[in-house]
């Protein structure tokens, strides 16, 4: 059996194969970015809900007694 033919024939079809290696690997590196970010941005503190932004102002002194209703019914009658 030739060996040479056999060979000739792996080296001319090689470049297919690293091809194939390479996108494998960007794939798998372009997958691995992507969920630990989702990841991360699930992991994130939440916001604050706006009714708890409007007691911490109240309490600071920020707003009067008055605005404190006006804006709390405010809030409260939107859809959520």
Sequence with gaps: MNHFAASNWYFGWSWL????FIFLMFS???????????HRKYNER????A???LDERYARG????????????DISSRPK
């Design 17 to 20: 194969l690293w091809l194939g």
């Design 28 to 38: 798998s590196f372009g997958n691995w970015g992507y969920t630990y970010r989702a």
């Design 46 to 49: 939440p916001s604050k809900p």
């Design 51 to 53: 009714l708890d932004i």
């Design 62 to 73: 920020d707003i009067t007694r008055e605005q404190y209703g006006v804006l709390k019914l």
